[in-house]
């Protein structure tokens, strides 16, 4: 389908462009900007004025809950969430059931991905069988099925020779391995973040140590195996500064937040509110601040939902006993807004953290508004406000912290591959 976005503020971070220009979409690709190409008659006019039209955005981390989750939300359902949040792009973790160790089980999640022409879907195999932290998964066979990396999600690996072979394995042939900083004994058991709130409410703490200790390993096999890594979900202000002289020396080395730790903190548990119940925890003021900076000065480089639906039972309980996570899809565009407003930080450059940058942790040719580039936009309000209501979200799991937010940015229109996927109005 031949479309063109008419009146539309484009917004580009990776070229640090903005300007108010058309866009020309034919064939799947953007195959004009600002002048239509000749011969060119769209089928379908966007009116986007008033409106930006950004890069499709990127998210490192969204669970899908397919295969073996879903009574937790099914592929359909997420889809449309990624498609109403603006997300053209996203990371699925290993950590389904059964987990993603085998080829043919990628395989089918791609095709099942594929059929539903909406986001596109990159997989993240296991690392270890099983994520069991024992067996290193055949990483060549699962990069050959789609696979762009390898991963423990949020299961560590206890023996660090494990790592060291995994690491070794996935340098021989230029694979990154995505890791989440945490040692598995000082996070043993944790619920919260140690400190006073924790403390106040007689929670398990998980001490930033927990970061810390596994930053200093990883960093440490790094420079033994000469391995690319990314890593996902810092939490901690420590974290952050190890990480910023890590980068200075050159080590092949990216890294994430979720967009809860942009924003919240641990006080918000209050009386044991479990929709904070996340995994890493949230944590101080302090470390949020610190999490803030790291983005504005690029030390962090990008922001993802953590995407995480879960049935209503599993938050209804105990703050200790619920299931950690949170729905993101559909807020990460007005959060990272929200975020950027609070730091008066520019927008292009707060969009490249969930557009262009982790396109290139990706290595993907994404996260771009430009003649040739393959037509992933969406077209978004920056002015509407809107309320999180858990009965308007597409996705399946109405589990989130920022229930009842007043938020900025909705997005009006999403297209994925030239298909127009998703509009407003």
Known sequence: MKIQIQGGTIIDPAAG???RQDVFIAAGRIVGIGE?????????????????????????????????????????????????????????P??????????????????RAQKLHQAHVYPLGALTVGL???AITEMVELTEAGCVGFSQANHPIVDTRTLQRALQYATTYGY??????????????????????????????????????????????????????HLSHLSSGAGVALVRPAKAEGRAVTCDVTI?????????????????????PLRSQCDREAIRTGLADGTIDAICSDHTPLDDDEKLLPFAEAMPGATGLELLLSLTLKWARDANVPLAKALAR?????????????????TGALADVC????????????????????????LGYELPARACATIVGGHLAFETR
Request: proline share 6%; aromatic share 8%.
């Open 176 to 229: 990154t391995v995505w890791l989440r900083p945490q040692d598995a004994f000082m996070s043993k058991g944790g619920v919260a973040a140690s400190g006073a709130v924790a403390s106040r409410l007689g929670l398990s703490g998980v001490p930033v140590a927990a970061e810390t200790i596994a930053l200093h390993t990883i960093f440490e096999l790094m420079r033994v195996t000469g391995a690319r890594v």
């Open 36 to 92: 239509a190409p000749a011969d060119f008659h769209a089928a379908r006019v966007i009116d986007a004025n008033g409106l930006y039209v950004a890069p499709g955005f990127v998210d490192l981390s969204a669970r899908l809950r397919e295969p073996g989750f879903e009574h937790k939300a099914t592929l359909e359902s997420e889809m449309a969430a990624a498609m109403a949040g603006g997300v053209t792009s996203l990371v699925c």
């Open 17 to 19: 462009t903005e300007a």
């Open 354 to 370: 969930i557009t262009s940058a982790p396109a290139d942790v990706l290595k993907l040719h994404a996260g771009r508004i430009a």
């Open 94 to 111: 290993p950590d389904t059931d059964p987990v993603l160790d085998e080829p043919g089980l990628v395989e089918v999640l791609k095709f």
């Open 132 to 134: 069991k932290g024992e």
């Open 260 to 280: 809860n730790h942009v924003h919240l903190t641990d006080v918000g548990i209050g009386y044991f509110y479990s929709q904070f119940r996340l995994d890493p």
């Open 379 to 402: 077209v978004f309000d920056a002015d509407v406000a809107w309320r999180v209501d858990p009965r308007k979200l597409k996705s399946q799991g109405h589990n989130t912290p920022f």
